[in-house]
């Protein structure tokens, strides 16, 4: 009877696959107590997961009870030595019955009656133990399994390709790429993404079909992908954005008013399109390199926005506007000439005063606020500006005693 079964069902299967593709055909041989059955799964185009007349084949079962029993099915009472199913572009997982005839070890020998396209790997999954055995040609595993009918015992695993898609850096030295990893048809698996040293820069279980990992550097990029036993390993590169920089000199960074105020750039941005000045004072350009005039003393900043498509950069700088020639640079006098400035170089200066009764020196910024105030007795007193702000300054010399000012003055840093 066993050789009668098994001739029918090999006789079924040529008629079934008379005409078609040799692709993507597995038969499972489950022996043990002395007896083997087998079910056979195949991919094919143009078969559906239900009962297809010109591809399928019922399952025939052995009158003899000591005879196991493997098969697929596609609803209760519904059995099928031969099952074919769809090219499947998603995971998929069938359900393997079997009847068991006695306690004890049992063997299943796959075999790859046609060989199994590239885009598919192929496992099983002991739903007892929940073991995964991937099946690499002709396969055979030895499971242990329990007297039991019409039970489910393994999954037959369908894999197919993770799909991995990418967004480049969008701007330069944003460092916000993007990588995504969908597979089709599976909400439990592995994701591992390696960046070029090795590093692993996610891990994890992942409960969706799609995973999304953001504000990733250009690099290339290792992705390794677990499921139902089966190990993918994809690469992927991030590229860098194009190099693009924001960058100007001033020709000047201190006006004065008496000589026009009029301020020069140099614009050395680089792979920029297009961009935006702001003066300080209200008012604005777009040109490559624009020159602006100021007509009152202060300290404007000077901001330009570089764009290059959707991506912006900002740089401010500074310049000061002076009302007249005030930042020394030898010998400055006061309204008598017993006191004086003396510009030393680097922002250093020297108070000189013939007066040695105990005086007070005080630095305001151009808003009023004191930077810094002290009091000295000797006929000189040296300060740097080095460790303030860029902007414009006044200061102040006062006799304490005779509350006279001996020394008023307007720097510049």
């Known amino acids: 009877m066993k050789t009668i079964c098994l001739s029918i069902l090999t006789v079924l299967f040529f008629v079934n696959t008379k005409g078609f593709s040799n692709t993507n055909t597995i038969r499972f041989t489950l022996s043990g107590n002395g007896y083997s059955d087998e079910t056979i799964m195949r991919m094919l185009d143009g078969a559906t997961e239900n009962f297809d007349g010109s591809y399928d084949a019922w399952k025939l079962f052995s009158p003899n009870p000591s005879v ?18 769809p090219e499947y572009t998603s995971d998929k997982s069938i359900v393997l019955f079997a009847k068991i005839p006695v306690t004890g070890y049992y063997t ?18 002991d739903l007892s133990s929940n073991v995964h055995f991937q099946i690499f040609g002709d396969t055979t595993i030895t499971l242990y399994l329990v007297e039991q009918q019409d039970a489910p015992i393994l999954h037959f695993n369908i894999y197919t390709k993770a799909i991995v898609s990418k967004i480049d850096e969008t701007c330069s030295a944003n460092n916000d790429g993007v990588l995504s990893v969908t597979k089709l048809g599976n909400t439990d698996w592995s994701c591992q993404i390696l960046d070029g040293n090795g590093t692993i820069v996610a891990d994890g279980m992942v409960s969706a079909e799609t995973i999304t990992y953001s504000e990733l550097v250009p690099d290339n990029y290792l992705i390794r992908i677990s499921s139902f036993g089966i190990n993918e390993v994809q690469s992927i590169t991030i590229n860098s954005a194009p190099f693009f920089l924001a960058d100007f000199d001033l020709m000047n960074d201190t006006l004065l008013l008496s000589e026009g105020a009029t301020l020069g750039i140099i614009n050395n941005s680089t792979n920029a399109t297009a961009y935006f000045w702001d003066f300080g004072d209200g008012n604005t350009s777009s040109g490559n390199n624009p020159s602006h005039t100021y007509f009152s003393e ?11 498509n959707n991506c912006s950069k900002e740089l401010e700088k500074t310049v000061v506007v002076v009302d007249d020639q005030t930042l ?7 309204e008598n000439k017993d006191n004086s400035l003396l510009a030393m170089g680097q922002n250093r200066f020297k108070v000189l005063t013939k007066n040695t009764e105990e005086k007070i020196i005080t630095l305001y910024s151009l808003e009023g606020k004191v930077v810094f105030s002290t009091l000295f007795n000797s006929n000189q007193y040296q300060f740097s ?3 303030y702000d860029k902007g414009l300054y006044v200061l102040t010399v006062i006799a304490t005693t005779e509350r006279k000012t001996l020394l008023q003055v307007k720097l510049v840093n």
Do not use: D, F, V
Not at 111 to 117: A, F, N
Not at 328 to 334: C, G, S, W
């Open 328 to 334: 020394p640079t030898a010998i400055n006098e006061a």
């Open 298 to 308: 202060g300290l404007y900043n000077i901001k330009l926005i570089a764009y290059n």
């Open 108 to 125: 299943i020998h796959i075999q790859e009656i046609y060989p199994i396209m590239p885009k598919y790997s192929l496992s099983l999954t």
């Open 68 to 85: 196991p029993s493997i098969y697929s099915r596609i609803a209760p009472s519904q059995e099928l030595a031969i099952n074919s199913l």
């Open 385 to 387: 500006l080095s460790e």
